[in-house]
């Protein structure tokens, strides 16, 4: 249980900026015949350093080291491929393993409390840093997450690996797939979620190795990686910082609307990142979560590189293992492309797949000053996500009729080839000019209300419209689930203010958050008494969209408000077994 006092409304870290380079890496692999192969019923695990020495840098401003040591896990023979879940809230979360037995796959259920949460392999990686004199300095244990910034380690691996490309850290999630694909690594490096060491300038020996849990686990030899460690100390003063802010970089990918406010944005030469910028170096890409949802910050880039995610994107309908109408073997082909036009003939709604709308308990909930909305009063303010569990792709277009403020919108329908059979007008889109937002929102996407004790509404937030975009993992096991969404950030669905046309799109697996920090992200509680109540997060609420199911579009959070005017509190009782606010 969580107890927030008055406070200004701040956003809270969720990622730092990654990027990934590619690697070059020589490991002696020897291919396995055709009966070992058969015989087979895991990868063959290995730990390996990229490099035999690393330059890090302390910031005497704010000295601490972050142990980016260029370790990674590679596999061999076939994927590491594990599937995290819960049935439910009230459930802990589950470990299975893919594994291989005669060319088939099959589901190996790893021992309870492997994991605890959906943010990787707790304590998979221990870190032991000596001094010259052979003094230990620094002994950690980091966790790894499979889907951590990776390459091939030889020629003939897959050119693009099929697992998703970060590990989600929504603590609603309900399902994740982690992977290595045959022929990569993946860094063992724990990004901006891992602390920072404090270590003074000069050289060190780091040894990294796989804790044994593990190594008992997936079969991995106990052969630690050696690593020359060079610390240098430097100052903001000295200039020629990188810029490494989740704000910046070539991948970020949000319109001018979305530049971070003073504090978050990226630091130019001379000034140096702060440390949760730092955490994550653009050389690494091994921050465990890119998405940051709908903020002032920008998301930071996907842990692949720029040309290679190209590539897949461009022919992600041909990709080794599928079948007609599927890519990455796993779900329909995305129709992505904006109409040009608006749709002709007469509306219709086809017996074809449709997508499931579903609502995720609120979170990040806090009580702001009115900082952000009308100063003097008091707001509950709190995060919110809607996604899609499937079977298909919600997809909304938008088009306008010259000189008009709002667009019409359409909902389309496809067939398990991902040819358009079918669409129906579904509303509006509209455009949002208010800080944060600046995009076109889609009207009457979700709507969120504060119920009193006997559920019965309170207040209703005005924010009903919203631009769509695959902010977050919340289930990629449930059929069809895309584990390469296209639409990321928000440059890529939510237009201009000049746009003709906008398509929204929503993948199977995926939602959309709204962070507690932006304008209509918040219930005003100025004269709401103080008591229980529950904060609903409604998806579809005014039934307009077609969906497989309308009967699980509401998720409540109970919530107990305290305090006097101007210092109001709120306490968060745990959801189930979720202990976050």
Not at 287 to 315: F, I
Not at 453 to 460: H, I, N, Q, T
Request: glycine share 10%; charged share 20%; hydrophobic share 35%.
């Amino acid at each position: 249980m969580t107890t927030t006092r008055t406070t200004r409304l701040r956003r809270p870290l969720l990622a730092g900026t990654t990027a990934v380079a590619a690697m070059a890496v020589t490991v002696g692999f020897m291919a396995a015949t055709p009966d070992q192969a058969k015989a087979a019923t895991g990868p063959k695990l290995s730990l390996i350093a990229a490099t035999g020495s690393v330059t890090l840098t302390s910031w005497k401003e704010d000295p601490g080291v972050y142990l980016d040591l260029g370790t990674y896990l590679t596999a061999e023979g076939t994927p590491l491929e594990l599937k995290a879940t819960r049935k439910s809230y009230k459930d802990p979360v589950t470990l299975t393993q893919t594994v291989f037995e005669g060319g088939k796959a099959r589901t190996k259920t790893l021992p309870k409390g492997t994991v605890k949460d959906f943010s990787g392999l707790p304590g998979f990686a221990e870190i032991t840093l000596t001094d010259r004199t052979g003094k230990v300095v620094v002994s950690k244990s980091e966790s790894f997450c499979p889907n951590n910034a990776s390459g091939r380690v030889r020629p003939d691996a897959p050119s693009t690996s099929k697992y998703p490309e970060s590990c989600p850290t929504n603590p609603f999630t309900l399902g994740s797939v982690w992977g290595v694909e045959k022929g990569w690594a993946a860094n063992t490096y724990a990004g901006s979620y891992t602390q920072s060491v404090k270590l003074a300038a000069g050289t060190y020996t780091a040894k990294v190795r796989v804790a044994k849990k593990y190594r008992d686990l997936f079969g991995i030899a106990d052969r630690p990686a050696t690593v020359k460690v060079t610390v240098q100390e430097r100052s903001w003063e000295e200039g020629a910082a990188p810029a490494r802010s989740a704000a910046g970089g070539e991948h970020a990918g949000h319109g001018a609307g979305h530049q971070a406010p003073a504090g978050h944005t990226g630091h130019g030469p001379g000034h140096a990142p702060t440390p949760a910028q730092a955490g994550a170096p653009e050389t690494s890409g091994a921050g465990p979560s890119y998405n940051v949802g709908h903020g002032p910050l920008k998301a930071a880039p996907p842990a692949l590189p720029w040309a290679t995610k190209k590539q897949q994107a461009a022919r992600a309908d041909v990709q080794a293992g599928d079948t007609a109408g599927q890519t990455d073997g796993s779900r329909q082909a995305p129709a992505l492309a904006p109409q040009t036009k608006r749709p002709t003939g007469n509306p219709s709604v086809p017996n074809v797949p449709k997508p499931d709308l579903r609502s995720l308990p609120a979170y990040g909930i806090t009580i702001s000053d009115g900082a952000q909305d009308i100063p003097g009063k008091d707001y509950l303010a709190f995060s919110a996500n809607v996604w899609n569990a499937g079977p298909a792709q919600l997809v909304v277009d938008g088009f306008r009729s010259p000189g008009k403020a709002k667009m019409d919108a359409y909902q389309y329908f496809y067939d398990a080839r991902g040819k358009q059979v079918g669409y129906t007008p579904t509303g509006t889109v509209e455009w949002d000019p208010r800080p944060g937002h600046v995009h076109w929102h889609f009207t009457d996407f979700a709507s969120y209300r504060l119920l009193k004790a006997d559920k019965k509404e309170a207040v209703r937030s005005g924010k009903e419209a919203f631009c769509l975009a695959n902010t977050d993992a919340v289930d990629y096991t449930v059929k069809n689930a895309n584990w390469h969404p296209y639409n990321t950030d928000l440059s890529t669905a939510c237009g201009q203010e000049n746009s003709i046309s906008v398509r929204e799109v929503l993948d199977v697996g995926s939602g959309d958050t709204y962070t507690q920090d932006l304008p209509g992200q918040s219930f005003d509680i100025t004269d709401v008494p103080n008591g229980t109540y529950y904060i609903q997060v409604l998806a579809n609420p005014a039934k307009r969209l077609k969906e497989t199911n309308l009967d699980n579009n509401s998720a409540l959070r109970k919530v107990v408000l305290g305090g006097t005017p101007g210092r109001r509190t709120v306490t968060v009782p745990a959801h189930d077994l979720v202990n976050a606010n």
